[in-house]
């Protein structure tokens, strides 16, 4: 049960766009179109951002986007705010159930 | 509004047992498979478990498979997870969350701090 790879930290200027990537396999990520997004402020309970690569539930701003290639998935937040500050972990549905290490988005 | 409180939370020495609790509301709590996930301090997400509809069906990850039991209640809107012979690695935030299918966790609760030590 490997954790989905993903870079340990990302960064943009408010008004940029920056796209974190979440690696897994064809047992995962690769294998069905299930990856969900989770946001997660210090000291805060995980958000729900994306669901199923590239599905936003209500609520969420459209300036987060998802989408896959082969065994890679990747979220971008476009026109990036302060409040988008916070880590950023990736799922997929698979053989198990995996989160990736998570990413840490620094707003500049 | 959906929500989700845990508890049950707390200091238990390595080898003992601690029982959480999740109450669900603002949803039908017998139509959605249930999950636990944990964070130990300063990491990441990990999936702990997750329990069927009606019961039927259970799922861990391989470090709590045989010491820990995920079980609802129905009728009383509640999800529960028993862990036993605790490690100082199981310290972590216990999270319950609502899976919407595909592991998608669609609500999540405050979760409730664990930690494992002498």
């Known amino acids: 049960q490997s954790a989905l790879t993903q870079p340990p930290s990302a960064s943009g200027s408010p008004g940029q766009s920056v796209t974190i990537s979440c690696t897994g396999t064809?047992?995962?990520?690769?294998?069905?179109?299930?990856v969900s997004w989770y946001q997660q402020h210090p000291g805060k309970a995980p958000k729900l951002m994306i669901y199923?690569?590239?599905k936003r539930p209500s609520g969420v701003p459209d300036r987060f986007s998802g989408s896959k290639s082969g065994n890679t998935a990747s979220l971008t937040v476009s026109g990036l705010q302060a409040e988008d500050e916070a880590d950023y972990y990736c799922?997929?549905?698979?053989?198990?159930?995996?989160f990736g290490g998570g990413t840490k988005l620094t707003v500049l | 509004e959906v929500q989700l409180v845990e508890s049950g939370g707390g200091l238990v020495q390595p080898g003992g047992s601690l029982r959480l609790s999740c109450a669900a509301s603002?949803?039908?709590?017998?139509?959605?498979?249930m999950d636990w996930v944990r964070q130990a301090p300063g990491k990441g997400l990990e999936w702990v478990a997750n329990?069927?509809?009606?019961?039927?069906?259970?799922y861990y990850v391989d470090s709590v498979q045989g010491r820990f039991t995920i079980s609802r209640d129905n009728a009383k809107s509640s999800l529960y997870l028993q862990m036993n012979s605790l490690r100082a690695e199981d310290t972590a935030v216990y999270y319950c969350?609502?899976?919407?299918?595909?592991?998608?966790?669609?609500?999540w609760g405050q979760g409730t701090l664990v930690t494992v030590s002498s």
């Open positions: 969350a609502r899976n919407r299918g595909w592991f998608r966790l669609d609500s």
């Open positions: 603002g949803f039908t709590f017998s139509s959605d498979w």
């Open positions: 329990i069927k509809q009606d019961g039927s069906e259970e």
């Open positions: 064809s047992s995962d990520v690769g294998g069905y179109n299930y």
């Open positions: 199923e690569v590239s």
């Open positions: 799922s997929s549905f698979g053989g198990s159930r995996v």
